[in-house]
């Protein structure tokens, strides 16, 4: 979870302490405007200089916090070069989209940023003021007020500390993507809603969500998106019971795409979400100092590996035990695992990278199959 912590005025001899961090990656930054520390991913502070001393938040280095331990972070500050960026913003038919907030997303090493930046005017231009150097994305999203608005805008910048101005920026409708679900096995189907679900494949759900409205899956499996745009990765969810199905795959014509994504330029037709009733489990109990079993304490499941241009969204589970102490983890996807227990973790403490490394470094691997059922007895990690 993103967030801004409190703001800390340096003392006079340039000194400032921040306490009670859960562990996780972090973005230090500093400015006479707006000193303070961000949790990973959070926009752009502006004006700021970021650790190790860039105002480039492309270039800040994220600093890696465990339990109990304190961590020096020393920089000077820079001096930071603001641009200001402004142009118009056109729907496909020309028109000024008027009243539409203009969001301003960019990566850093650790996350992925969207903030809010303008607000389009009744002749459609916009103006952001105060842009630290970057590389940017400009997104307008299509209204969620209006069911058949489908447009959508995603121009990339690059500030390099001089104005840009006179931008223009013109929306487009997105692809229609229609499908069917399969469904493998002998249950009974759920009685429940499903939908289907384009997500951006980098995990977060931008200010362009990929899809305005649609996804629900009929009577006969078939279901139909409209406005999907970039490349996504496509989920299933259900309103309501749908034990033991899970998602096995996604394929357009015959190709695997579930974690990778698909780039959608154009309309697709013949989309197919496999589901499957041969759910994987995997449960057991943890125990801490003198092998005593452990009562209170947090599963962490990962892969074993990360293949590159795989999304891990599906592979990465937590668990909290019963009042037997017992964990479970229902629906994993086949594949190469590994897992730890642990005393307490933050509520992201699983995504951060020096903490999977520490996992993947000590945790025995395990491997699923379709269906399998799996027995773990953990040893808490200290």
């Known amino acids: 979870m993103s967030r801004l912590f409190d703001r800390i005025l340096t003392d006079d001899l340039g000194q400032y302490r921040i306490y009670g961090l859960s562990p996780g990656s972090y973005l230090v930054a500093a400015g006479a405007a707006a000193p303070g520390m961000i949790g990973l991913p959070e926009p752009v502070v502006q004006g700021a200089t970021y650790f190790p001393g860039t105002g480039n938040v492309d270039e800040a280095q994220a600093v890696e916090v465990e339990i109990g331990q304190e961590v020096p972070v020393h920089f000077a500050l820079a001096a930071v070069p603001l641009a200001r960026v402004s142009g118009t913003i056109l729907d496909s038919s020309g028109r000024p989209v008027v009243w539409r907030s203009v969001m301003l997303a960019t990566r850093t090493e650790s996350g992925l940023g969207t903030r809010t930046a303008a607000t389009t005017r009744p002749d459609g231009t916009f103006d952001i003021p105060a842009v630290p150097p970057g590389k940017y994305t400009i997104e307008v999203a299509p209204l969620r007020t209006q069911p058949d608005d489908f447009e959508f ?10 104005d840009i101005t006179d931008l223009m920026i013109s929306m487009k409708v997105g692809a229609t993507v229609t499908g069917r679900v399969i469904w493998e096995g002998s249950s009974p189907q759920p009685f429940a809603t499903q939908r289907i679900t384009p997500t951006t494949a980098d995990g977060r759900m931008s200010a362009a969500t990929p899809a305005s409205g649609g996804g629900t899956v009929d009577a006969k499996g078939h279901f139909s998106l409209v406005g999907v745009h970039g490349t996504v990765v496509f989920h299933s969810s259900f309103v309501g019971r749908s034990e033991p199905w899970t998602l096995k795959a996604v394929r357009i014509g015959g ?12 309309d697709i ?18 125990r801490g100092e003198g092998y005593q079993p452990a009562m209170d304490y947090v599963v962490v499941i990962l892969p074993s590996e990360v293949k590159p241009g795989v999304n891990p969204t599906r592979f990465i589970h937590t668990a909290r035990p019963d009042q037997q102490g017992r964990f479970q983890v229902k629906g994993l996807p ?21 903490f999977q490394k520490r996992v993947r470094s000590t945790a025995a691997p395990f ?13 808490l990690m200290q």
Do not use: C, K, W
């Open 255 to 266: 190709t695997d795409i579930t974690d990778i994504g698909y780039n959608v330029t154009s």
């Open 269 to 286: 037709d013949g989309l197919e979400v496999v589901m499957t009733d041969r759910e994987t489990r995997v449960s057991g109990t943890a």
């Open 334 to 354: 086949t594949g190469r695992y590994v897992a730890a227990a642990v005393e307490s973790l933050s509520s992201d403490g699983h995504h951060n990278p020096a």
């Open 153 to 162: 805008a995603s121009f990339p910048i690059s500030v390099e500390g001089h």
């Open 367 to 379: 491997t699923l199959t379709e269906g399998q059922q799996l027995v773990l007895d953990l040893q």
